[in-house]
């Protein structure tokens, strides 16, 4: 169908108010939507990433229909480029592949921090994601993506955790030349931000390269649970930590909550978009009651490797 002159002048002046406000993914033209459901009617819609009350908003911020002469339909919507976490992303942001590139190693961006020593922006991550397994050194080249020895050099390795202590964590100096954002790959609406401790029952989401975008529960903290890092008998460490089970209400796509690749991923409160832990490993088992993460609470990694938000 082709839009009546008056339509077509109350979506362009849609258009044009819609620069002034914050919290807008689209404006178009098309059917009305009522409790859901689509109706007959067709209007002006403003796509927003989350309705609020207008008591909520800042001045100046509530959508007023009033200055359109048309039906107008508030939806909520989002949107992203349909790319890939283990594509080459500019600027850098948390859930997309990383690796090591003279040990070969892959797995995800956690969060994008700044060394409290010298304030250089750093990437966060496990140790066995940036330092890979064996003999490794600090400066060693750290690529994006991982695991591709073509691909760009986005920094090196400043430093890292011991294993021996419980914690599986490392850092890696941003060059001067790559861009950043505090943002989560496919997530537009969040942008990292503070760290926060771990609570029982806290709800937390977390973006790996694997299994994508995934929600669980805290359900145990203060933990010590003897994870294996290779074959052999003293590759077995204790690492300290919380466990995260999945959220009964939004349960992951193929029941995994996380799996290998996923490593290095942060998890963050879903709410507040505060951090709260930094993924390190997994299990995999029969039902969703047995699907888990292991993490490390993001504050404890904090003052380990000395970074803040």
Known sequence: MSLSAKARSAL???KRYALSLDNIFGVDYGYIYKEGRKTRAHGVRFHVGSKRHPTELPP?????????????DVQV???SPHGSPLDECDPLVAGISVGNQPRSSQGTVG?????TGN???CILSNRHVLCGFGVWEIGDNIIQPGGRNSARVIGKLSRTTDLADGYDAALAILSQDV???PAVFEQPNTKLGNFTEPSLGMKVAKYGVRTRFTRGIVDGIEGSFAVPYGERPEDRFWMSGIRITVDPKHPPDGNEISLRGDSGSVWYNIETSEIVALHFAGEDNITLQYEYS???????IASLLEFEP
């Open 12 to 14: 362009s002046a849609a």
């Open 60 to 72: 100046g911020q509530f959508i007023d229909r009033a200055i359109l002469d048309m039906p107008t």
């Open 77 to 79: 919507a989002a949107y």
């Open 111 to 115: 969060a994008i921090v700044r060394d």
């Open 119 to 121: 304030g250089k922006l």
């Open 179 to 181: 861009q950043s954002s």
């Open 294 to 300: 292991l993490a490390h609470p993001i504050t404890r």
